[in-house]
């Protein structure tokens, strides 16, 4: 049933959203620590236990692609309810905050690229030479 | 006449959260349109539909004069709610569904690299920023630096630390600005950093994590390296929602008190 999928999708949220709390306190900080991330986590872990056990079947799954299918129109509402008026004076630093992490990461791209490579190719030719 | 309209006012204002689905539903609509045939889909609808989502905040802002963009006008009050964390959060943890994480252990040490160089350098980098524009206390700054990874780390990390909203506002904008540069600006940078294989390709998904701006950005340049971008980028979101409110926060917070 649907259901099993939004209520999977929701005990994943509320247990993650309850650890973050209780991190956040554990830590002694105002916020809730990762609490979103943990969810996800949660989600991967209790749908790829229940797939390998043939336990969630399609129609359960639509509970969750239903809401994983809607977030663009969700973030769409959340941009449209934010205090963008009083953000305008910060318009250059979100413009340049996006812009500098595209060029420093665009950077990275053959930089990491080459990490990867030269590791598999090390695999590949199998000399031994491990490195770990 | 008048009093048709109103009813009808009457009836949107009663059922604000179905209002809100229709209207959205509209907005995302002729964003796509607008995308299709304004740009040839070069800019993705979802990137023009967040920053008309922003554009009718400044609207509703301006009409208003409250702090709540269109969700203070009264017949968009469900808008608030439907955009809301509880609502947001939930649409964003089930993006998690499906993912396996065997995938990205057979893409390679390169790919996990990246995915959280990806992450830790558009963290600093958006920081630094809004530290230079008097954005000056740790969880401003570390919301922006969110933003700067993509437009829902932003918000997420932002709500988890208690940002306010004209900060959320500013890290779906570095988001935004983040998603529509990778699409746009990936094939004429693509031959300078080498991606034209698909070990680049995963590489470049991580490192950029929008997987809007990777799918977009991956179709210009060559469509058969897009499955190799998304397939890490799809970690990437995930990965900023769980290093930003706590281990990007916490550094950030030692940084600067």
């Not at chain 1, 239903?66 to 934010?82: D, E, H, L």
């Not at chain 2, 009264?74 to 994480?101: K, N, P, S």
């Not at chain 2, 031959?191 to 070990?199: C, F």
Request: aromatic fraction near 8%.
């Amino acid at each position: 049933m649907v259901i099993y999928g939004v209520a999977l999708l929701a005990g994943c949220m509320i247990a993650g959203i309850f650890i973050g709390e209780l991190l956040g306190k554990l830590i002694g900080v105002q916020a809730n620590v990762g609490g979103v991330g943990i969810a996800m986590l949660l989600l991967i872990l209790a749908s790829d236990y229940l797939r390998r056990h043939g336990r969630l079947n399609p129609v359960s799954r639509q509970g969750i692609i239903f809401w994983s299918s809607i977030y663009i129109p969700v973030v769409v509402a959340m941009a449209a309810k934010q205090n963008v008026i009083a953000a305008i004076k910060g318009g250059p630093a979100a413009l340049l905050a996006g812009a500098l992490a595209v060029v420093a990461s665009f950077a990275l791209v053959p930089v990491i690229s080459r990490i990867g490579d030269g590791r598999v190719v090390r695999l590949d030719d199998g000399s031994g030479e491990d490195r770990s | 006449m008048t009093t048709v309209i109103d009813l009808l006012a009457e009836v949107l204002v009663r059922n604000g959260l179905i209002t809100a689905f229709l209207f959205v539903g509209i907005v995302v609509w002729i964003s796509y349109f607008v995308s299709g045939k304004l740009t040839g889909g070069r800019l993705h609808g979802s990137a023009v539909a967040i920053l008309t989502g922003l554009v009718l905040a400044y609207i509703g802002g301006v009409v208003t004069g409250g702090s709540q963009g269109l969700a203070d006008i009264e017949i968009f009050v469900g808008v608030g709610l439907l955009g809301g964390a509880m609502v947001r959060d939930f649409a964003i943890i089930a993006t998690a569904f499906g993912v396996q994480f065997d995938e990205i252990r057979k893409a390679g040490a390169g790919a996990i690299v990246s995915l959280f160089a990806g992450v830790f350098v558009s963290f600093i980098v958006g920081a630094m920023v809004a530290y230079a524009f008097g954005y000056t206390d740790a969880v401003s700054m570390t919301t922006i630096g969110a933003g700067a990874a993509t437009y829902i780390v932003g918000p997420v990390t932002g709500t988890a630390i208690g940002a306010s909203s004209e900060v959320i506002a500013l890290s779906i904008a570095a988001g935004l600005v983040k998603s529509m540069l990778v699409m746009t600006g990936t094939p004429f940078v693509a031959r300078v950093i080498g991606l034209n294989n698909p070990r680049s390709a995963l590489v470049y998904g991580g490192l950029m994590g929008t997987t809007s701006g990777v799918a977009g950005g991956l179709a210009a340049t060559d469509p058969k390296l897009v499955p190799y971008g998304a397939m890490t980028a799809t970690f990437y979101t995930g990965l900023g929602c769980l290093l930003g409110p706590s281990v990007m926060f916490f550094a950030i917070r030692a940084m600067v008190g």
